[in-house]
T-cell receptor, first 115, second 112 residues
Framework: DAGVIQSPRHEVTEMGQEVTLRCKPI?????LFWYRQTMMRGLELLIY????????DSGMPEDRFSAKMPNASFSTLKIQPSEPRDSAVYFC?????????????FGPGTRLTVL | GQSLEQPSEVTAVEGAIVQINCTYQ??????LSWYQQHDGGAPTFLSY????GLEETGRFSSFLSRSDSYGYLLLQELQMKDSASYFC?????????????FGKGTMLLVSP
């Protein structure tokens, strides 16, 4: 299996622009998670889906952030408009909901820089 | 809510043993996980403890004491490649769905 795939790997944009991050989970996994990692705040859960349905988006920082999962093999995280404080590494992770050890498989991340 | 405490940095030499502690305060607890992250890389799963005691996987072991809200990761026979950040994470089953809350991470520096 190719693992969790994220694109782009790096994104540099200007404040006010729309940013769309993409994720393809591991085939057969039914849970998908979006995280944001910064030095100050660490690894934060933004939103998670189960069977393509958003379960909890309480970690989404503002209305500027939105996420979708139109099917089992694709999810997007959108920031509109972007701001410099959104600069971070964004990880997507997937897992099997009933897996005993609760292992989450992380993608390589998207490093976002908002100027 | 959840809060986790772990040291920010630990240093050790090759071949040594190091222990990374994690204490947590949670409203709901179902287990403690450990993840490793190399600089610029993705977090990768190391271990999971749902019950009290020690779990061993090769050079790495993880311990949990639910009554003390405490766990640790033990790394033996340290190698240079073990230099990385290590995160403890609490598993929560709120609303019947499993999520993780991560600590801020411990940077392990292994020197020759």
């Amino acid at each position: 299996d190719a693992g969790v795939i994220q694109s782009p790997r790096h994104e540099v944009t200007e404040m006010g622009q729309e940013v769309t991050l993409r994720c393809k989970p591991i085939s057969g996994h039914n849970s998908l998670f979006w995280y944001r990692q910064t030095m100050m705040r660490g690894l934060e859960l933004l939103i998670y889906f189960n069977n393509n349905v958003p379960i909890d988006d309480s970690g989404m920082p503002e209305d500027r952030f939105s996420a979708k999962m139109p099917n089992a093999s694709f999810s997007t995280l959108k920031i509109q408009p972007s701001e410099p404080r959104d600069s971070a590494v964004y990880f997507c992770a997937s897992s099997l909901r009933d897996r005993k050890d609760n292992e989450q498989f992380f993608g390589p991340g998207t490093r976002l820089t908002v100027l | 809510g959840q809060s986790l405490e772990q040291p920010s940095e630990v240093t050790a030499v090759e071949g040594a043993i190091v222990q990374i502690n994690c204490t947590y305060q949670t409203s709901g607890f179902y287990g403690l996980s450990w993840y490793q992250q190399h600089d610029g890389g993705a977090p990768t799963f190391l271990s999971y403890n749902a019950l009290d005691g020690l779990e061993e996987t090769g050079r790495f072991s993880s311990f949990l004491s639910r009554s003390d809200s405490y766990g640790y990761l033990l790394l033996q026979e340290l190698q240079m490649k073990d230099s990385a950040s290590y995160f403890c994470a609490v598993r929560d089953l709120g609303s019947g769905y499993s999520t993780l809350t991560f600590g801020k991470g411990t940077m392990l520096l292994v020197s020759p």
